[in-house]
């Protein structure tokens, strides 16, 4: 697994860039209006490292505005569910962009630019090409700040957040599920309360999101994930009752082979399963099985420590067929 650098995605738009400015003419576009004088630095942002079993992940997507060739880019932000210490690479990393070529009767020239932190070694799930209404959740500058903890266990909380009206509307916060005090639990849901969706205008639907957040005693030592990628079978050898398992599924129906996150909340909460695209509807029975298993922890401590943790599940071509095993004697 690799924790020395993550898999950073840095570029505009895969390429392209978004304009702001309206064109009402076919005339080609200036050297600064098509960025082909853009200036920023070679070496890509890299995953803040903290210490080896970092598996924190996030999203940055700005709006850069360059008003003058010798001037850095105002930025604003449109999306970010990056740490602190991302948002701090990021911002250091775009300090260092100019638009030399740009002239007074350019105007100001826009562009956005997203980047994404990963350390894992769990691929990335394929998107649709439609991804739907826009969530461009926003989190606050800060990070939230350590509290002060009686308990030597890592404690939870779990909130549901909803987003309606504008995007200057705080969420409406729930805590779904905690084990820590009521003073965490206050403390989460005020910083909750600070997100911000500003892509609404107000018309759209209702839009949800849960947010965990987890908190370890200072100098405690827990239990990580080392790896976080496996096959069916590894996955499902560590689930209880392995031996009992009973199915019968047919993966060469359900366009295989592809991946599978599955999100471990058992049994507090039910567990996740996500897929990408293509969407394929002869999964759903599959997947509902699967997000019906319980991973088999070693004690209370360890299901304590990796509560929400994520893992990725490679689903082969081919039939699953599992039958009840005697049981040894």
């Not at 490292?49 to 008003?67: I, K, M, P, S, T």
């Not at 740490?83 to 740009?102: I, K, N």
């Not at 009686?150 to 729930?174: I, N, Y």
Request: glycine residues 6%; neutral net charge.
């Amino acid at each position: 697994m690799g924790f020395g650098r993550a898999a950073i995605v840095a570029s505009l738009l895969g390429g392209s860039v978004l304009m702001t400015h309206a064109q009402t003419d076919i005339t080609p576009a200036s050297p600064a209006r098509s960025l082909s004088c853009l200036q920023r630095p070679d070496k890509v942002p890299r995953y803040p490292e903290q210490h080896r079993f970092d598996l924190g992940h996030g999203l940055l997507r700005v709006l850069l505005h360059f008003d003058k060739p010798d001037a850095k880019p105002r930025v604003q932000v449109l999306a970010n569910t990056a740490r602190e210490d991302m948002q701090d690479v990021v911002f250091s990393h775009l300090a260092d962009y100019r638009l030399p070529c740009l002239r007074p009767e350019d105007g100001t020239v826009s562009a956005v630019q997203e980047f994404h932190f990963r350390n894992t070694d769990r691929a990335p799930l394929p998107m649709k090409a439609d991804p739907g209404p826009e969530f461009c959740v926003v989190m606050p500058r800060r990070e939230l700040e350590s509290p002060r903890m009686l308990s030597r266990s890592v404690e939870h909380v779990v909130v549901a957040a909803t987003f309606a009206g504008d995007g200057k509307q705080a969420p409406e916060v729930k805590v779904i599920h905690s084990t820590a005090s009521t003073s965490i639990e206050r403390m989460v849901r005020e910083y909750v309360a600070e997100f911000r969706m500003p892509c609404r205008s107000g018309s759209e639907n209702v839009q949800g999101m849960r947010q965990q957040f987890s908190f370890s005693p200072p100098g405690a030592r827990r239990y990580v994930l080392k790896r976080e990628a496996f096959s069916l079978a590894e996955f499902l050898g560590m689930t209880q009752g392995a031996r009992q398992l009973q199915a019968d599924f047919d993966f060469t129906t359900m366009n295989c082979p592809f991946k599978v996150d599955y999100t471990s909340y058992g049994p507090y909460l039910p567990n996740e399963v996500r897929v990408g695209s293509p969407r394929d509807p002869n999964r759903l029975p599959f997947l509902s099985w699967l997000k019906e298993r319980q991973l088999s922890f070693a004690n209370d401590e360890q299901a304590n420590d990796l509560f929400g943790q994520t893992v990725q599940i490679d689903v082969p071509c081919g039939r699953l067929n599992l039958q009840p095993q005697p049981s040894p004697t």
